[in-house]
Structures are given as structure tokens and as C-alpha cells.
């Protein structure tokens, strides 16, 4: 199915730097442009994008580049356009409030909640594990899709660690429901 100019399918993680794009939509700002779109959230990340794509459920997606590359080199029919975003993601990692862990020596050898193989905070938690001279061979995972399972995995104890963009978690650092340990 091939899309119309008039009418975009463009999607991106419910982040900060997809504000812009969720205020355009609600405002109607390109409605008597010579194209609109649809937005739509994609709390699962870059690789739910990626299947969108691939299934043509979608046009355009702003997604991490390291995602883009990797779905692209899988086979994904896609291309990469231009760069929306040039700074680096701030890392934090994450703990549970109730967690008893403040310092890296203490979350050696936990289980981190990710979202998916690949993604980006699967990736982190071996750039962690990295510089800390950890084996790679010790690290836990716990697929938990999205945030929310992301929230749901550390509240429960399926998962100690989660490590994602610090500005967009820190509503939930805020509110005493988790604490960052350190930044990445």
C-alpha cells in the first residue's frame, strides 16, 4: 500500500522530542498545508516501528538510529531520510524505590528489564556491563515490551534494573516510585 503525500502515517516513541509532532496534530497545524498526518504513539519503541514499516502500517517513523541500521540491515524496505534529533540520550539506571541498591557493585549480576532483544535498553545494559568489567556472559534479561512493563517488572521484582532515557523517566523518579542509581 503506498502512501499519500496528503495523508502521513508517522509515528515515534511518546518522548519529549516528539512533542512538536503531537502539537502539530492536535493543533491541525498542517491540515491546509499541502500534506497532514496521523501520529501515533509508539510506547514499544523502535522496533515495534520497524514491523509497522515493514508491514506498511506506517510511513514515516523517528526512531533510534542504531534500530533504523539494524531493521534495515535485517531486510527492512526502508531509508533512512534525515536526522531529527543529534544529541545523545542521557542513560540512567533504574532501580525500584524499594530497591536496596546504591551503587554499581550492588546491581552486578541483576536482572534488567528490556524492552526487546536489540533494543535500546537491551544494548545499555551491555555498555554497562562493559565499562564495569562485568562478563558479558552474567547478564539477566527480562523482556518487558515497553515502560509500562518496564514499571510493572521492577515493582513485582522480575527485573532489578531498567535502564532508558533519564528526562523521560523522571516523572517516575519524581514521584518516589523509582530512583536513578547512576547516569550512563
Same mark, same amino acid.
Given at each position: 500500500?503506498?502512501?499519500s503525500p496528503q495523508n ?41 516501528m520497524a514491523l509497522d514499516?515493514?508491514?506498511?502500517k506506517l510511513d514515516l517513523?523517528?526512531?533510534?538510529? =542504531? %534500530? /533504523?541500521?539494524? &531493521?534495515? +540491515?535485517? !531486510? ?71 515502560? =509500562? %512493563? /518496564?514499571?510493572? &517488572?521492577? +515493582?513485582? !521484582? ?27
Amino acid at each position: 500500500m503506498a502512501f499519500s503525500p496528503q495523508n502521513w502515517r508517522v509515528g515515534g516513541v511518546p518522548e519529549h522530542f516528539n512533542y512538536p509532532w503531537r502539537l502539530a496534530q492536535e493543533n491541525k497545524l498542517t491540515a491546509s498545508q499541502e500534506f497532514d498526518f496521523t501520529w501515533r504513539d509508539y510506547p514499544g519503541g523502535t522496533g515495534a516501528m520497524a514491523l509497522d514499516l515493514a508491514e506498511e502500517k506506517l510511513d514515516l517513523a523517528l526512531m533510534l538510529t =542504531e %534500530g /533504523a541500521v539494524a &531493521a534495515i +540491515a535485517k !531486510g527492512l524496505p526502508a531509508k533512512i531520510i534525515g536526522v531529527y534529533v543529534e544529541s545523545p540520550l542521557t542513560w540512567g539506571i533504574h532501580t525500584h524505590a524499594t530497591a536496596p541498591y546504591n551503587s554499581l557493585d550492588e546491581v552486578r549480576q541483576r536482572t534488567f528489564a528490556i524492552s526487546r532483544p536489540n533494543s535500546g535498553s537491551h544494548l545499555m545494559a551491555f555498555v554497562l556491563a562493559q565499562t564495569q568489567q562485568w562478563p558479558l556472559t552474567s547478564l539477566d534479561f527480562e523482556v518487558v515490551g515497553n515502560f =509500562e %512493563g /518496564a514499571r510493572q &517488572a521492577l +515493582a513485582s !521484582g522480575k527485573a532489578q534494573l531498567f535502564m532508558w532515557e533519564k528526562y523521560t523517566t523522571a516523572p517516575i523518579v519524581r514521584t518516589g516510585e523509582w530512583k536513578e542509581s547512576v547516569n550512563v
